[in-house]
């Protein structure tokens, strides 16, 4: 077979057959991560009744992804600049569709938590890529509008995320939430080595290590600490949750110990000196935490509660992805404006009232007077702070340390988002069984939603002490923006966008997790 002629790296166009392909194939296998994030949690309530699953179960549905994917994203970013991106994206997605083939066989819960975390070393090695093939592959002119191609498209799928995910549930099963990613990786990948070209990072010189002790240091500790958790309120202060605990919480020490000491390490001590950096870290752990306890938890109280079907569910989050997809462009430009310290602050007061607002969600609720203005609220209020958000971190280092500003938000916003869903069910007192009974869940979920708003109220409180309103604006006027994060387009609810910086030619792309 002839095979097609290809622009070199940095200098495909959008409107070539070329540019449209490498487009499909960044939008396919980005989509398929952005889509299985949403879509997994509207089949929670039947997953558990057909493996017979206590709640623990279900958390671990949602953590154990969660805990490869945040313990390995800023690796999985470095291995596509030294190895090539396209070959670490391709493997990424043939990694995530097999894992995803093996959540949907799986024929008890042990095995589909397991192919879970596989999922998640998957997800690792192809969300970092995607952007980076963009930035590394096409023509500086036309990048903007292929991130921003990109990025809307990547919304669409997030925002259908849900109704597909409920659609399929209530039809052919919940197994074909997993099973749809088989067909979409099937497409991608022959896309992707046909038409595709190969970039990585130009050698320096010395050759560099990867950080592999601190990720695997990393991914034990929050093993541990989620472990510990997640069994608390069946087993209670046993020694099953004691060891893990103090064990996870030793890993974490050591981690920290590791990254000090490691000559490249993959999370860099230095860069927290910046104290705006940390601040709005900061912020982001708050924002994300309870994110993604909500999310977690209003699925079931639809379902289980408020007695949705999985595609009712499903279709009632939408307004918030939806509003996030609408006007996230606005909102970015709002915070260049006035400042970041504002929409940092009244978004989260936002998202809280949202979230208490859902406590409304009750038996025989209505969706019109009680479920739809919670949803409006808090998606006002993700479109108010998100992308601001995103764009602080940014602003907050210099331009090639963007990369890694960018991977070590993500991973943070992915990490407290593992641990909210781990500890939310424990400190709203849940028990093992209690999903299975409207009204213990639904007086469960009733203390939950004030812990997520407090946390949100938190996170507004360190947003106004601590962050500039003049740290959009550039040095000076001349100077350029050096950052352009696709939350311009579209800023998805379950982390931050990932913005390995700008390049001038694709052999120097900085890299999704650059050295200090």
């Given at each position: 077979?002839?095979?097609?002629?290809?622009?070199?790296?940095?200098?495909?166009?959008?409107?070539?057959?070329?540019?449209?392909?490498?487009?499909?194939?960044?939008?396919?296998?980005?989509?398929?991560?952005?889509?299985?994030?949403?879509?997994?949690?509207?089949?929670?309530?039947?997953?558990?009744?057909?493996?017979?699953?206590?709640?623990?179960?279900?958390?671990?549905?949602?953590?154990?992804?969660?805990?490869?994917?945040?313990?390995?994203?800023?690796?999985?970013?470095?291995?596509?600049?030294?190895?090539?991106?396209?070959?670490?994206?391709?493997?990424?997605?043939?990694?995530?569709?097999?894992?995803?083939?093996?959540?949907?066989?799986?024929?008890?819960?042990?095995?589909?938590?397991?192919?879970?975390?596989?999922?998640?070393?998957?997800?690792?090695?192809?969300?970092?890529?995607?952007?980076?093939?963009?930035?590394?592959?096409?023509?500086?002119?036309?990048?903007?509008?292929?991130?921003?191609?990109?990025?809307?498209?990547?919304?669409?799928?997030?925002?259908?995320?849900?109704?597909?995910?409920?659609?399929?549930?209530?039809?052919?099963?919940?197994?074909?939430?997993?099973?749809?990613?088989?067909?979409?990786?099937?497409?991608?990948?022959?896309?992707?080595?046909?038409?595709?070209?190969?970039?990585?990072?130009?050698?320096?010189?010395?050759?560099?290590?990867?950080?592999?002790?601190?990720?695997?240091?990393?991914?034990?500790?929050?093993?541990?600490?989620?472990?510990?958790?997640?069994?608390?309120?069946?087993?209670?202060?046993?020694?099953?949750?004691?060891?893990?605990?103090?064990?996870?919480?030793?890993?974490?020490?050591?981690?920290?110990?590791?990254?000090?000491?490691?000559?490249?390490?993959?999370?860099?001590?230095?860069?927290?000196?910046?104290?705006?950096?940390?601040?709005?870290?900061?912020?982001?752990?708050?924002?994300?935490?309870?994110?993604?306890?909500?999310?977690?938890?209003?699925?079931?109280?639809?379902?289980?509660?408020?007695?949705?079907?999985?595609?009712?569910?499903?279709?009632?989050?939408?307004?918030?992805?939806?509003?996030?997809?609408?006007?996230?462009?606005?909102?970015?430009?709002?915070?260049?404006?006035?400042?970041?310290?504002?929409?940092?602050?009244?978004?989260?007061?936002?998202?809280?009232?949202?979230?208490?607002?859902?406590?409304?969600?009750?038996?025989?609720?209505?969706?019109?007077?009680?479920?739809?203005?919670?949803?409006?609220?808090?998606?006002?209020?993700?479109?108010?702070?998100?992308?601001?958000?995103?764009?602080?971190?940014?602003?907050?280092?210099?331009?090639?340390?963007?990369?890694?500003?960018?991977?070590?938000?993500?991973?943070?916003?992915?990490?407290?988002?593992?641990?909210?869903?781990?500890?939310?069910?424990?400190?709203?007192?849940?028990?093992?069984?209690?999903?299975?009974?409207?009204?213990?869940?639904?007086?469960?979920?009733?203390?939950?939603?004030?812990?997520?708003?407090?946390?949100?109220?938190?996170?507004?409180?360190?947003?106004?002490?601590?962050?500039?309103?003049?740290?959009?604006?550039?040095?000076?006027?001349?100077?350029?923006?050096p950052c352009h994060t696709e939350c311009a387009y579209h800023c998805g609810v379950n982390a931050p966008p990932l913005d390995p910086g700008d390049t001038d030619t694709p052999d120097q792309h900085p890299h999704t997790n650059p050295r200090p």
């Open positions: 077979m002839e095979q097609p002629v290809r622009s070199e790296p940095g200098r495909v166009r959008l409107s070539s057959s070329q540019g449209r392909w490498v487009l499909a194939t960044t939008v396919l296998g980005s989509g398929m991560a952005m889509l299985d994030s949403t879509v997994v949690n509207v089949a929670l309530p039947r997953i558990g009744a057909d493996l017979d699953a206590d709640l623990a179960v279900l958390q671990w549905t949602v953590t154990a992804y969660m805990l490869t994917l945040s313990s390995l994203i800023l690796l999985g970013g470095s291995l596509g600049d030294r190895y090539g991106r396209r070959r670490i994206f391709t493997i990424g997605v043939v990694w995530f569709a097999v894992a995803s083939l093996l959540c949907g066989l799986a024929p008890n819960a042990g095995v589909l938590v397991a192919s879970r975390a596989l999922q998640g070393i998957g997800g690792a090695l192809l969300t970092p890529g995607s952007l980076a093939l963009i930035q590394a592959v096409f023509h500086p002119d036309d990048r903007a509008r292929a991130v921003g191609a990109w990025s809307g498209l990547g919304g669409v799928a997030a925002a259908v995320g849900p109704f597909v995910g409920g659609w399929l549930v209530d039809g052919a099963g919940w197994r074909w939430v997993f099973f749809l990613n088989v067909p979409l990786a099937a497409a991608c990948v022959p896309i992707a080595l046909r038409h595709v070209p190969e970039t990585r990072e130009r050698g320096t010189g010395e050759v560099r290590g990867f950080d592999v002790p601190g990720a695997v240091l990393g991914a034990l500790a929050l093993a541990g600490v989620s472990y510990a958790l997640i069994e608390a309120p069946g087993r209670g202060a046993s020694p099953a949750v004691i060891v893990p605990a103090v064990a996870g919480v030793l890993l974490g020490a050591a981690f920290l110990h590791v990254e000090r000491r490691r000559p490249d390490p993959m999370l860099p001590p230095a860069i927290f000196r910046n104290r705006q950096f940390t601040a709005v870290n900061a912020v982001t752990v708050c924002v994300y935490a309870a994110f993604s306890g909500f999310f977690f938890l209003s699925v079931l109280q639809l379902q289980v509660v408020v007695g949705y079907s999985a595609l009712l569910a499903g279709t009632a989050l939408l307004p918030t992805t939806v509003l996030m997809l609408l006007l996230s462009a606005r909102s970015g430009e709002l915070g260049q404006c006035i400042g970041p310290r504002i929409p940092l602050t009244v978004g989260p007061v936002l998202c809280a009232v949202g979230m208490l607002l859902m406590t409304r969600a009750g038996p025989g609720a209505s969706y019109l007077a009680d479920v739809l203005p919670a949803l409006v609220v808090l998606g006002a209020g993700m479109v108010t702070l998100v992308a601001p958000l995103t764009a602080t971190v940014l602003a907050s280092v210099d331009v090639d340390r963007a990369g890694l500003a960018s991977g070590i938000n993500n991973a943070a916003a992915r990490a407290a988002g593992l641990v909210a869903v781990a500890a939310l069910p424990l400190l709203a007192g849940m028990g093992p069984e209690t999903y299975r009974s409207a009204p213990a869940f639904a007086a469960a979920f009733r203390r939950a939603m004030p812990l997520c708003a407090a946390i949100l109220l938190a996170g507004a409180l360190i947003a106004w002490l601590t962050v500039r309103r003049d740290i959009l604006r550039p040095a000076r006027p001349e100077t350029p923006e």
